[in-house]
């Protein structure tokens, strides 16, 4: 095995957003019962040394593909993009005002216990990351516009954030 | 990770919390956010004769410390004018409220929320000449 492969080259799968997420989950298992740390219990130091690095590599590798935003991000990465992320004024204006009034309604569900339209704003929020992810596909795999890929990751990282806070409100709901 | 009592005093008792109202006079408006950490921050500034800051108010969705950041933001812009405003940096910020450096963006959120509302000021302030 060759330490400085790609996490797509490393499961032998072709380097594109459209994943085949039952392959990558085989191959994954395949691999991690090949380089398991317990296979080498009575090893020598050296190869118990390099199975745990290697069990560490392919979790990361796994975990990186598995994600779609982390794939797409990754992906930027293999295409020497920047996703930009640390710059703080490279969202546009509306995108940051739809944001906001998301995070409000948000909040007053969650101070009104509102559990129901907890629900609802959940599901338009999953309905709303399928067709980002969609949109990442054609921008990645077929028209390979990075620079535009590279602004819907950005908005992605947004949206992801807001899922986390939907569902804790949730659960905040329950409590 | 344990925030600082400066922190803690401004996310508890957060000032200047809320928004103007959008035909108020002189209310200029920074949107900015953060994809790394997805928080969202909304400063207003309303701003009186001789360009003087006269009230501020903000909107975060996001941790403890961009809250907190920006709730001091609004303390230190009133009474400066725009142009005062601008020299407000994110260490000063970060030194203030002791932030660790792993929150150092926060503050650095809240100074672009700063540039962002004089930019707003100063547009309007254009068009309002021109027209």
Not at chain 1, 157 to 166: N, Y
Request: proline share 3%.
């Amino acid at each position: 095995m060759d330490f400085t492969t790609d996490h797509f080259s490393l499961f032998e799968l072709p380097p594109a957003f459209r994943i085949d997420a039952a392959l990558l989950d085989g191959r994954y298992l395949e691999m991690q019962s090949r380089v398991h740390p317990d296979r080498f219990a009575s090893a020598g130091e050296a190869d118990r040394r390099l199975s745990l690095q290697w069990a560490t590599r392919v979790n990361e590798a796994y975990q990186t593909l598995k994600n779609p935003l982390s794939r797409a991000r990754y992906l930027l990465q293999l295409a020497a993009h920047d996703v930009g992320s640390e710059n703080n004024a490279a969202m546009p204006a509306d995108f940051l005002v739809e944001q906001m009034a998301w995070r409000e309604a948000v909040a007053e569900a969650r101070a009104a216990r509102e559990h129901h339209e907890l629900e609802h704003l959940h599901h338009r929020l999953q309905r709303e990351i399928r067709e980002r992810h969609d949109e990442l596909a054609v921008l990645l795999d077929d028209r390979r516009d990075f620079e535009q890929a590279a602004d819907r990751v950005r908005r992605l990282m947004f949206i992801e954030k807001l899922l986390i806070e939907i569902d804790d409100a949730m659960v905040a709901c329950e409590e | 990770m344990a925030y600082s009592v400066k922190v803690l005093d401004h996310y508890e008792n957060p000032r200047n919390v809320g928004s103007f109202g959008k035909e108020e006079e002189g209310v200029a408006t920074g949107m900015v956010g953060a994809p790394a950490c997805g928080d969202v921050m909304k400063l207003q500034i309303k701003v009186g004769r001789g360009g003087v800051i006269e009230d501020a108010k903000f909107k975060t969705y996001g941790c403890g410390s961009a809250i907190a950041s920006s709730s001091l933001v609004t303390e230190w812009v009133k009474g400066k004018t725009v142009e005062q405003a601008l020299d407000i940096k994110n260490t000063q910020i970060a030194e203030e409220l002791a932030l660790p450096p792993v929150k150092i963006h926060c503050s650095i959120l809240a100074e672009d929320a700063i540039k962002a509302a004089v930019a707003d000021y100063k547009k309007k302030h254009v068009d309002q000449a021109a027209g």
